[in-house]
């Protein structure tokens, strides 16, 4: 009874000694070989899933893409669009948004706008938008320059993946 319970004791901090261990191989790793090397390289970036809800007449809009990136840490600085006279970058918390000067593009990550969390505010359109209406939004990064992308009027209740 004794030794079964010191044999059990044993053998279970042997597994949370070979987890930790393991966890911290992996950490090594990454922070040698991975991560930090392919931070410091430039980033590779892709514009996917792009979309505007539809806005009241000619009001205040949203907007949400997504930022692929295969390739090394980026910053989004600046979004500008020919279409519209002003576009921030808004960050929502529980009560209410607040303007963000800039937001990270993770190495080998996403920055992801969607409802309820990161978006842009599109304000001054020159054409009231209609469904099915592209605005040209240029997304200016730190290190990339800037990528230019035609967004979708989409209907107010779109969700990427809907048809
Ligand atoms: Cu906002």
């Known amino acids: 009874m004794v030794t079964g319970t010191r044999f059990r004791r044993t053998a279970l901090t042997g597994a949370v000694l070979a987890t930790v261990l393991g966890g911290g191989a992996l950490l090594a790793a990454c922070g040698t070989g991975g991560q930090d090397g392919a931070a410091a390289g430039p980033a590779r ?40 006279e ?21 190495a080998h990550g996403a920055l992801q706008f969607a409802r309820g969390g990161t978006h842009l505010m599109i304000m001054g359109w020159q054409k009231a938008p209609a469904l099915g209406d592209e605005l040209e939004l240029d997304l200016t990064f730190a290190k990339s320059g800037t990528i230019s992308v035609k967004v979708p009027v989409k209907e107010l209740t779109y969700r990427p993946g809907q048809s």
């Open 45 to 84: 970036l892709s514009v996917a899933d792009s979309y505007i809800p539809l806005p009241p007449a000619g009001g205040m809009a949203a907007g949400y893409l997504t930022v692929r990136n295969d390739g090394g840490r980026d910053e989004l600085v600046k979004v500008s669009s020919p279409g519209a």
């Open 86 to 106: 002003s576009v921030t970058m808004h960050r929502s918390t529980p009560s209410s948004m607040e303007q963000v000067a800039s937001l990270d593009v993770p």
